[in-house]
């Protein structure tokens, strides 16, 4: 039998009620998931369907016997037998009511912690998951898929499951009820409702393929929408005039959508018209025959009203019985979804040992080639190099050349190398992840600027001591922003951004500054910047630069600079060219070579020659010990 981890992607968007129907092997995980949430409210919520589901044909019983005692007793002049039968009916309706209310909390109550439940798993699932899966388009869609519909689908198939148990116990009683009478009438309304199960079903699954295949336009219409409402792009929108033209994209897919959906609801329309006119001329019928019955004196009246909305609960029941196991099925391929994101590869484990350590000594890449997936060619090939502590390594190299790549294999954020990377002599896939990543400090390019408070920007770096004020501002205080925080409105407390309430935005330069906050945030072993410098003028470069040659001594340092000025202070430097290193030492043994870094120097330091006295001599008095040295 197929399990429900088994991938069947093109089996699911293929039409096949065999196929649909298998989406029914996850109801454990489904009621699993329930009974985690709050098993005393989903217990109550499943006891109370259950009463209301065998309440309505009670009714029915009360009914009808009230109307014979009503009848009977006009000819024996007895009230009493009415007066009860009455007072039944009045202790029935207020019954429903306190059912309805009952319900109505337990599910405002279980759908909440429910739809929470549901979204912390995708969020806990996301930070899971490896950055190789993350950057998968394919695993986009699916958490598109997963994410768009959490906070109402599970809670509606809970739902439906709940509306085809209490309906069944209601068409079940109703149908007793005319079984008593003529049993086959039973048939005769039941044929009808299942013979529209198949073309509902295949309409269900055509609605399904359409929303399946939208996952990546609604996620290009979200991304042109966040551009638009985004204060980060919205002067080169402004700038560009590119807003009319965002605009018509995003209207152009709504307009696909719009046209999908209305062929689609035109479709189930017609359907249901055609179904209900062929079921309604049944259903006449069948109450002819009640009425017909009662005028020959073969059913008293009371029989004949109970019959007829027996006949009327019955066909409408059997209906909302089989719709409802139609959209089940629809929003089973829902779940389907859910638990396909759920399932996709973790980040694995430590690997071997998992040993934990207490500090870094050395980092060795050996002979280390790494591909990115779906790609042919190596972004790394053969790279090798060894770092001590109190050592600093500047990688240089073109856009494209490998430098962040060998970010990403430290960082364990790629673990599929070849070759091996050692950590004081041993495999870094013998570490434990989570010890080796606390004793990182890290800047990225692509930093992240959180819009929250600068206590949370800068106290992120070591979290769990967010809230020691003396910390933050030693982290403050080490990349050069002391004086920015002081001027801020709550200092440490002031939110950073537009996106809220009383926020203050930052220069790129200020948030590039707060990103190396939080890095050196943290005491680590191993700090790296990744182009730390690419917001910043020569002067904060400068001084951020000798910051972190306070910070790392005794430490390990790695940074990556399109800037060849500050890779002199390094004590060594690896030149990748096409993911290979082509050149490797000292700044001067690198420029005695003559090579191309020397070249690369060279250029970038007549740039700065070449300019107006007036304007250069800052700039030349960063670059002037520069100069003289590629002069020897």
């Given at each position: 039998m197929l399990s429900p981890d088994t991938s069947m992607k093109d089996d699911y968007v293929s039409f096949s009620s065999k196929n649909i129907f298998r989406t029914f092997l996850f109801w454990p995980r489904i009621f699993k998931l329930l009974w985690e949430t709050h098993a005393p409210y989903l217990m109550g919520i499943l006891f109370v369907s259950l009463l209301k589901g065998v309440l309505p044909a009670v009714v029915l019983i009360a009914t009808r016997e009230l109307i014979n005692h009503v009848v009977g007793g006009v000819s024996k002049g007895d009230f009493r037998p009415v007066l009860l039968a009455f007072g039944f009916l009045i202790v029935l309706n207020v019954l429903s009511d306190l059912f309805n209310i009952v319900d109505g909390y337990f599910r405002k109550m279980f759908q909440s912690l429910l739809s929470n439940r549901v979204n912390l798993k995708i969020i806990e699932k996301a930070h899971q998951m490896t950055l190789q899966s993350f950057e998968d388009a394919d695993v986009q869609n699916k958490l598109q898929r997963a994410?768009?519909?959490?906070?109402?689908?599970?809670?509606?198939?809970?739902?439906?499951?709940?509306?085809?148990?209490?309906?069944?116990?209601?068409?079940?009683?109703?149908?007793?009820?005319?079984?008593?009478?003529?049993?086959?009438?039973?048939?005769?309304?039941?044929?009808?409702?299942?013979?529209?199960?198949?073309?509902?079903?295949?309409?269900?699954?055509?609605?399904?393929?359409?929303?399946?295949?939208?996952?990546?336009?609604?996620?290009?219409?979200?991304?042109?929408?966040?551009?638009?409402?985004?204060?980060?792009?919205?002067?080169?929108?402004?700038?560009?005039?590119?807003?009319?033209?965002?605009?018509?994209?995003?209207?152009?897919?709504?307009?696909?959508?719009?046209?999908?959906?209305?062929?689609?609801?035109?479709?189930?329309?017609?359907?249901?018209?055609?179904?209900?006119?062929?079921?309604?001329?049944?259903?006449?019928?069948?109450?002819?025959?009640?009425?017909?019955?009662?005028?020959?004196?073969?059913?008293?009246?009371?029989?004949?009203?109970?019959?007829?909305?027996?006949?009327?609960?019955?066909?409408?029941?059997?209906?909302?019985?089989?719709?409802?196991?139609?959209?089940?099925?629809?929003?089973?391929?829902?779940?389907?979804?859910?638990?396909?994101?759920?399932?996709?590869?973790?980040?694995?484990?430590?690997?071997?040992?998992?040993?934990?350590?207490?500090?870094?000594?050395?980092?060795?890449?050996?002979?280390?080639?790494?591909?990115?997936?779906?790609?042919?060619?190596?972004?790394?090939?053969?790279?090798?190099?060894?770092?001590?502590?109190?050592?600093?390594?500047?990688?240089?190299?073109?856009?494209?050349?490998?430098?962040?790549?060998?970010?990403?294999?430290?960082?364990?954020?790629?673990?599929?190398?070849?070759?091996?990377?050692?950590?004081?002599?041993?495999?870094?896939?013998?570490?434990?992840?989570?010890?080796?990543?606390?004793?990182?400090?890290?800047?990225?390019?692509?930093?992240?600027?959180?819009?929250?408070?600068?206590?949370?920007?800068?106290?992120?770096g070591d979290v769990k001591d967010k809230e020691n004020d003396q910390l933050v501002w030693n982290a403050v205080e080490q990349s050069g922003i002391t004086e920015l925080v002081q001027r801020l409105p709550n200092k440490l407390n002031t939110v950073l951004g537009k996106w809220f309430e009383d926020g203050q935005q930052l220069s790129g330069g200020q948030w590039q500054r707060v990103a190396i906050a939080r890095a050196f945030m943290r005491n680590a072993d191993i700090y790296i910047l990744d182009e730390p410098s690419s917001y910043l003028d020569p002067h904060s470069e400068r001084e951020v630069f000798g910051k972190f040659e306070q910070l790392t001594c005794d430490k390990i340092g790695v940074f990556i600079s399109h800037r060849l000025s500050t890779a002199r202070t390094a004590d060594k430097i690896i030149l990748l060219e096409n993911g290979r290193i082509i050149e490797e030492g000292t700044h001067e043994s690198l420029m005695r070579l003559n090579g191309t870094y020397s070249e690369m120097f060279e250029i970038q330091a007549s740039s700065y020659r070449s300019t107006d006295d007036s304007e250069s001599t800052e700039k030349n008095a960063y670059w002037s010990p520069l100069v003289s040295t590629s002069a020897e």
């Amino acid at each position: 039998m197929l399990s429900p981890d088994t991938s069947m992607k093109d089996d699911y968007v293929s039409f096949s009620s065999k196929n649909i129907f298998r989406t029914f092997l996850f109801w454990p995980r489904i009621f699993k998931l329930l009974w985690e949430t709050h098993a005393p409210y989903l217990m109550g919520i499943l006891f109370v369907s259950l009463l209301k589901g065998v309440l309505p044909a009670v009714v029915l019983i009360a009914t009808r016997e009230l109307i014979n005692h009503v009848v009977g007793g006009v000819s024996k002049g007895d009230f009493r037998p009415v007066l009860l039968a009455f007072g039944f009916l009045i202790v029935l309706n207020v019954l429903s009511d306190l059912f309805n209310i009952v319900d109505g909390y337990f599910r405002k109550m279980f759908q909440s912690l429910l739809s929470n439940r549901v979204n912390l798993k995708i969020i806990e699932k996301a930070h899971q998951m490896t950055l190789q899966s993350f950057e998968d388009a394919d695993v986009q869609n699916k958490l598109q898929r997963a994410q768009a519909e959490a906070n109402y689908r599970p809670f509606e198939i809970f739902v439906q499951i709940l509306a085809i148990i209490s309906s069944v116990v209601t068409l079940f009683s109703a149908c007793a009820i005319l079984v008593a009478w003529k049993w086959w009438v039973i048939f005769v309304i039941f044929l009808i409702p299942c013979l529209s199960f198949y073309s509902f079903l295949r309409i269900g699954q055509r609605e399904f393929n359409t929303y399946y295949r939208r996952a990546a336009k609604q996620r290009e219409s979200w991304y042109l929408s966040f551009l638009v409402t985004r204060d980060n792009s919205f002067k080169e929108i402004k700038i560009f005039q590119l807003g009319h033209y965002l605009r018509g994209r995003y209207m152009a897919i709504l307009k696909e959508f719009f046209k999908e959906d209305k062929f689609l609801a035109a479709r189930r329309s017609y359907t249901s018209l055609v179904f209900q006119i062929i079921n309604q001329g049944a259903c006449g019928f069948v109450v002819f025959l009640a009425v017909y019955s009662a005028y020959m004196g073969q059913i008293l009246l009371g029989n004949l009203i109970s019959f007829i909305q027996a006949i009327t609960l019955t066909q409408s029941t059997s209906q909302s019985v089989v719709q409802g196991i139609l959209s089940l099925c629809q929003n089973n391929l829902y779940v389907k979804q859910l638990f396909d994101f759920l399932d996709l590869p973790e980040e694995e484990e430590v690997q071997g040992s998992g040993q934990k350590i207490s500090g870094i000594q050395s980092l060795e890449f050996r002979n280390v080639s790494f591909k990115y997936p779906n790609t042919e060619r190596n972004a790394l090939s053969n790279v090798s190099f060894t770092l001590n502590k109190n050592e600093k390594l500047a990688i240089v190299g073109k856009n494209g050349s490998g430098k962040s790549t060998i970010v990403k294999l430290i960082t364990l954020l790629y673990s599929d190398f070849e070759g091996d990377i050692l950590i004081n002599g041993k495999s870094i896939r013998d570490l434990n992840k989570e010890s080796f990543r606390e004793k990182m400090g890290v800047v990225f390019q692509d930093f992240v600027q959180y819009e929250m408070t600068v206590r949370d920007n800068v106290g992120f770096g070591d979290v769990k001591d967010k809230e020691n004020d003396q910390l933050v501002w030693n982290a403050v205080e080490q990349s050069g922003i002391t004086e920015l925080v002081q001027r801020l409105p709550n200092k440490l407390n002031t939110v950073l951004g537009k996106w809220f309430e009383d926020g203050q935005q930052l220069s790129g330069g200020q948030w590039q500054r707060v990103a190396i906050a939080r890095a050196f945030m943290r005491n680590a072993d191993i700090y790296i910047l990744d182009e730390p410098s690419s917001y910043l003028d020569p002067h904060s470069e400068r001084e951020v630069f000798g910051k972190f040659e306070q910070l790392t001594c005794d430490k390990i340092g790695v940074f990556i600079s399109h800037r060849l000025s500050t890779a002199r202070t390094a004590d060594k430097i690896i030149l990748l060219e096409n993911g290979r290193i082509i050149e490797e030492g000292t700044h001067e043994s690198l420029m005695r070579l003559n090579g191309t870094y020397s070249e690369m120097f060279e250029i970038q330091a007549s740039s700065y020659r070449s300019t107006d006295d007036s304007e250069s001599t800052e700039k030349n008095a960063y670059w002037s010990p520069l100069v003289s040295t590629s002069a020897e």
